[in-house]
């Protein structure tokens, strides 16, 4: 078995399309407007399907799941996320001396963990 995927399902694709491709660089690896969906990640890596959808989407509960993204430097990320007025959920935190990570919501309210692994 191999773990291919996580759907989410979001109130605005090109919104979303904004948030992880356009500020964390989350590649598209396929997008499809007929259905409004999109695929992001590596080829050989898992992926993010974000699905555009006219229901009710209620992430108030925290829905008990958070996507997690790597990123090269948490002090790099916090400017952009100031320069794009995304608000921190939680500040930096390092649990050991190789990881730390922070956490903010995406348009949609879904919890992502910003995550640096320190070398």
Do not use: H
């Amino acid at each position: 078995m191999k773990f291919s995927w996580v759907t989410i399902y979001v109130k605005d694709l090109e919104k979303s399309l904004d948030f992880y491709n356009g500020i964390f660089g989350l590649r598209i690896s396929s997008l499809t407007e007929e259905i409004k969906m999109a695929m992001l990640g590596e080829d050989d890596e898992p992926k993010l399907e974000i699905l555009q959808t006219e229901e009710d989407i209620d992430t108030s509960a925290n829905l008990g799941f958070c996507i997690g993204l790597e990123v090269e430097s948490l002090e790099e990320t916090k400017k952009v996320l100031e320069e794009n007025n995304i608000e921190l959920l939680r500040d930096v935190v390092s649990p050991a001396p190789y990881i730390k990570f922070m956490f903010v919501k995406d348009p949609d309210g879904y919890e992502v963990q910003l995550i640096e692994f320190i070398k």
